[in-house]
Structures are given as structure tokens and as C-alpha cells.
């Protein structure tokens, strides 16, 4: 009976310590958390000392660096590396109770001996580092990394916790060092590296950097083809693209490649609009021969460079008209496909919009529509480009007809809603501004948003610009102007745009010509005017329906084209602050980010 009682009285002991350590466990975490740094130092000495639990040393520790309390930290640290040596995070608690105090010297010769008396032991060396970096010593962390890293005598040891450090304290030199040491034998971390780096460098400098580090390991080892297709993503980065070119075509010649590098990275410079490096790239292709796997990738993709350096400035005629025979050569030799359609679409937008031969390039739509075994889209996308040439030609109740079937086929889709914005857009340049205003308000509530914009532009435009007769006569004028260059008939629309002014002076619609004229000299790459149109607008008309656009596009010309960045940033971060609701605030908040050098997207 006796032994009974007393178990009772032993287990009621026990539950009632439990619960006195459950509460002041939560009073602790409760203090810690309300900042309240003293009561909770209190309560962790307590539960430390009795349950000896790291878990509350760290917050008594913390706790007593919070209320300066050092003597009290190092007399308790001192304590328990006598008591537990093997321990490495009290060495570096007290470390950081020097540091924190100004004794820098101590802290370091502390932290310099934990690194040296590491026993041989990637584990330990792993404790260490994981101690130092909970309590932020990063240089620390790494310099036991790097110490383990040369007493196991393994170059790649803690790779990935090494590559963590230097990229959160963006120490770039370390990190391109890292890097360009691993990839040799581990080449799969050639995509990281890239996002990474982009991630972290700011300017050409940095990429210099890496450029010097990737050369210097080219002399080295020049048969570690990841070295030279690295260098060729700096050259990229740089906007350096004949020196990628040169890089390309050396390393293909030296490895008797299959050209799928080059031919990828040729696409690459497309799609960066260096069409006068991309051709090079395709023509080196094409000289390997016909046996090649990429000669008739390569031949079409040419072909479609030669396009879009055509149509992205000024052009001359013989270049154009050289351009569409070669689009000829290929429907000859393939014959009109679902696969050559391609082909003939831009043949007939040359013939149209730069050769000025309408009925050509109508009846090679036409052609178009015969062609078998189409996908609808590609066949609605053939009726709009027709229903384009029946404007030309001044068929409007054509062009309505046949941008009516892709509405109608396509309802509630994208590209039924821009068959509907085409039509709207045509009695727009008739002059029909009230039916043109009625068909764009209801494409406001598109699900396209690119459409949605575009119509709600179209609207207010309209509604803007018809409060007096003199207003709505210099409306028509800016929509003669519109269809000008509607048909690239750019020097036009620009005399046009001049000569509202002149006709109707004081007219509402002088924000309207200045992104009229920006979009003109964009297209003919005379960027510096449309600079100045944009800057004026910016400046001048803060309550434009087009100063979103503005922003946006005079920072994507800096951007993209004027290598400022900082200017580029700069409207960024306007656009998002003033124009929260504008179409572009994610590509900006997006483009921004990048700019400044935050992770995005890795």
C-alpha cells in the first residue's frame, strides 16, 4: 500500500513538472516573440537548465546578446564548452558574444581555432558551417566549407552549400570562381549557373568577370565544351552576338559538330533581333551540305530572318522584292501545304504591304484558302490577312465579310475578338465613328486583355475627340493618317500626322499624334525621334490614355535597344507606382526586378 501511494505521488510529481515546463515554455516564446527579451531570458535559463535542450539555448543565447547582457553569455559559454567540448556551436556563441562586444580579434582567433581543430569529418565540418551560419558568420561558413573542402583533398565537396553562401551575400567573383570550377565535372550545372549569374551580375563589369574566368580555363582545358558554350552565353548576355557567332563556328570546326549549337543559338539571335548575325549563322549551316540534318531548317529559317530585318526598319525595294522570290523558290519547290503555308502568308504580306501589288498578294490568299487539310486557326488567321488586302483595295464590305465568319466562328475566343477589333478598326478609318466606338465597347470585356486594351484606346479615342466639330474633323484626319500606316505607307501618315495641326489648330488630339508618330518612327528604327515623341508626351500629358503605353515603351526602347537600364528601371518603377492598373504592370514589375538584380524566375 505504501509503495502504491508513493508511485501516485511520483507520477502526480512528474505530470505537474510537465505542465509547469509546458507553461513557461509558451510565457517564453510568447515574451521572446513581443520582443520583451529580459522576461524571456528568464524563463530559457530556466528550461535550458533543466532540460539542457539546444533548442532553448539558442533563444537564451539570443535573448541575452539582445538586452547586451555579455558577461553573463560568456561566463555560461565558457561553461558548457568545458562541459561539452565536442559541442562547436558554444565556440562560436562566443565568438559572436566578442563580436557583438567589439572584440573582434578574440572572435576571429575563436572562430579561426573551431576551423582548424575540426576533425577530419565532412559531417563535422557540415555541423560547424550550419552553426556559423545560423548565427550569420557567411564568411565563416564558407571558410570551413573551403577548410573541410582542402583537408578531404575533394575540389567538389560542399558545392552546393558553398554556391548557396556566395549567392546570398552576391559575392560575384566567388561565385563565377565556383562555378566555372564545377562545371568541368559537372556540366548539368550549366543552366543554373546562367540563371543564377544573370541573377546576381548588374552590369557588363561582371560579365567581364566571368568572360576573363571562362577564357582563362578555355587555354587550360579547350576540349570542355561547356566552357566555350558559357562564354558563348556571356557574349549573348552582352549583346555581343558576332563574337557568339565567332565562338560558334570555331567550336564546330573544332568538334566536327552536327551544327544543333549553332542552329539553336541562331534562333536565339533571332528572337533578339540580331537578324544580320542570325543569316550569318544560317548560312554556315547551309555550307555544310545537303546532308545535313539542320539544311532545310537552316534554308527556312533564312529565309524568315531575311523577313523580319526586312520589315523591322527601312528597307529598299530589290531587297524586298529578292526576298518574296525566295518565298516563290519554296512554294515551287514544296508545293501550297499546311507546311509551306508559312511561306506564302509572308509572301503575300510583302506583295502587298512593300512590293504595293495588292492583286498579287490577294490571289495568293486566295490560293491560300484552297490549300487542303488546314488547321481552322490557320484558316481564320488567312481570312483576316485577306480581309487586310480587301481594305487596301477598297473593298470594305468584303474585308466585313470575311472578319465576320472568323467572329463568328471563333466567338468569345481571341481570335474571334480580333476578327471583331479589325472590323471595328475599318469603320474607324471610314470615318463611322459612332458604330466603330458602339463595336469596341463591347470588346472592352474581351477575355484578350492585349484586345481589351486595344479596344478601350479605340473607344476613348473616339469619345475624346468628338466634343466640337472641329475635333472630329482633325479625328478624320488622324484616321486617314492611321490607314496610312496601316498600308506601311509610313512617310504619309507621318506628313498627315504634321498637318492636323496645321488644318485645325488647338485640336484635342495632340497626345494622340505623339504616339501615333513614337509607334512610326519605332517601326523605321529612328529611335532617337521616338524618344522625343514619348518624352514629350510623358512629360506633357499625364492624364493621356496612352501615357501607360508610353511609359512602358519608352522604357522597353532603353531597355531593350539603348542599353539604359537605369533609365529603363526608372519608368518601371513609375508605371507600377502611378499606373497600378495598367495592362503592363506585370511585364514591368517583372522587367524591373530583373534590372535590379533579384531572383526571378530561377
Request: net charge neutral.
Amino acid at each position: 500500500m505504501k509503495r502504491f501511494i508513493l508511485l501516485i505521488f511520483l507520477s502526480c510529481s512528474f505530470f505537474t513538472l510537465l505542465a509547469q515546463n509546458d507553461i513557461d515554455e509558451a510565457l517564453a516564446y510568447q515574451y521572446y516573440q513581443q520582443a520583451d527579451y529580459e522576461k524571456a531570458a528568464v524563463l530559457l535559463e530556466k528550461l535550458f537548465n533543466k532540460t539542457k535542450n539546444d533548442g532553448y539555448f539558442e533563444l537564451y543565447f539570443n535573448a541575452l546578446i539582445k538586452i547586451k547582457k555579455y558577461s553573463e553569455a560568456e561566463s555560461l559559454l565558457k561553461g558548457l564548452i568545458k562541459q561539452y567540448p565536442q559541442k562547436s556551436q558554444y565556440a562560436v556563441a562566443l565568438g559572436r558574444v566578442y563580436q557583438e562586444n567589439g572584440r573582434t580579434a578574440e572572435a576571429n582567433k575563436i572562430f579561426q581555432e573551431a576551423i582548424a581543430n575540426t576533425p577530419k569529418d565532412e559531417n563535422k565540418f557540415r555541423d560547424l558551417a550550419n552553426s556559423f551560419y545560423r548565427f550569420e558568420a557567411y564568411d565563416m561558413a564558407a571558410a570551413t566549407f573551403l577548410q573541410g573542402r582542402k583537408l578531404l583533398a575533394d575540389d567538389q565537396l560542399f558545392l552546393y552549400e558553398l554556391l548557396s553562401i556566395y549567392r546570398f551575400k552576391k559575392d560575384k567573383l566567388a561565385l563565377i570562381q565556383e562555378y566555372v570550377n564545377a562545371l568541368a565535372l559537372t556540366p548539368q550545372l550549366q543552366l543554373q549557373a546562367q540563371n543564377v549569374l544573370a541573377s546576381v551580375f548588374e552590369s557588363n563589369a561582371d560579365y567581364q568577370l566571368l568572360q576573363a574566368a571562362l577564357l582563362k580555363k578555355i587555354q587550360k582545358d579547350p576540349q570542355a565544351e561547356v566552357y566555350t558554350e558559357m562564354l558563348i552565353w556571356q557574349y549573348i548576355q552582352q549583346q555581343e552576338y558576332e563574337m557568339a557567332l565567332r565562338q560558334l563556328i570555331a567550336q564546330d570546326k573544332r568538334t566536327k559538330g552536327d551544327g544543333t549549337l549553332l542552329y539553336n543559338t541562331a534562333n536565339t539571335f533571332v528572337a533578339n533581333k540580331a537578324y544580320t548575325t542570325a543569316i550569318k549563322a544560317y548560312e554556315y549551316l547551309l555550307a555544310k551540305g545537303t546532308e545535313s540534318d539542320f539544311y532545310l531548317p537552316a534554308k527556312i529559317e533564312l529565309v524568315n530572318a531575311k523577313y523580319q530585318l526586312a520589315i523591322s526598319g527601312k528597307f529598299e525595294k530589290p531587297a524586298i522584292q529578292a526576298l518574296a522570290n525566295e518565298y516563290e523558290a519554296i512554294l515551287a519547290q514544296y508545293g501550297k501545304t499546311p507546311q509551306s503555308l508559312y511561306a506564302l502568308q509572308r509572301l503575300a504580306y510583302l506583295q502587298a504591304y512593300y512590293l504595293n501589288d495588292l492583286k498579287k498578294a490577294e490571289a495568293t490568299l486566295e490560293e491560300g484558302l484552297k490549300i487542303q487539310r488546314i488547321q481552322p486557326t490557320d484558316m481564320a488567321q488567312l481570312k483576316m490577312d485577306l480581309g487586310d488586302i480587301y481594305i487596301l483595295t477598297k473593298q470594305p464590305w468584303e474585308a466585313i465579310l470575311v472578319y465576320e465568319q472568323v467572329a463568328k466562328q471563333f466567338e468569345n475566343q481571341p481570335m474571334g475578338s480580333e476578327a471583331k477589333y479589325r472590323s471595328a478598326k475599318l469603320f474607324f478609318y471610314v470615318g463611322d465613328f459612332q458604330y466603330a466606338k458602339s463595336q469596341a465597347d463591347v470588346l472592352k470585356a474581351s477575355t484578350s486583355q492585349l484586345i481589351a486594351n486595344d479596344a478601350l484606346n479605340l473607344s476613348l479615342l473616339i469619345s475624346d475627340n468628338l466634343q466640337s466639330k472641329n475635333d472630329s474633323l482633325a479625328l478624320k484626319m488622324y484616321a486617314d493618317a492611321d490607314m496610312l500606316q496601316f498600308m506601311n505607307r509610313s512617310s504619309e501618315a507621318l506628313v498627315k500626322l504634321d498637318s492636323i495641326d496645321v488644318a485645325f489648330p488647338n485640336n484635342s488630339l495632340t497626345d494622340d499624334i505623339l504616339m501615333a508618330k513614337a509607334k512610326i518612327y519605332i517601326k523605321t528604327n529612328d529611335l532617337e525621334k521616338a524618344v522625343n515623341m514619348l518624352k514629350e508626351l510623358i512629360d506633357a500629358h499625364h492624364d493621356s490614355i496612352w501615357i501607360d503605353d508610353a511609359l512602358f515603351t519608352l522604357a522597353d526602347l532603353y531597355d531593350k535597344k539603348l542599353d539604359k537600364p537605369d533609365e529603363a528601371k526608372k519608368l518601371y518603377q513609375q508605371l507600377m507606382n502611378d499606373y497600378p492598373g495598367s495592362m503592363f504592370n506585370a511585364e514591368a514589375r517583372k522587367r524591373f526586378r530583373n534590372i535590379r538584380g533579384d531572383n526571378v524566375g530561377t
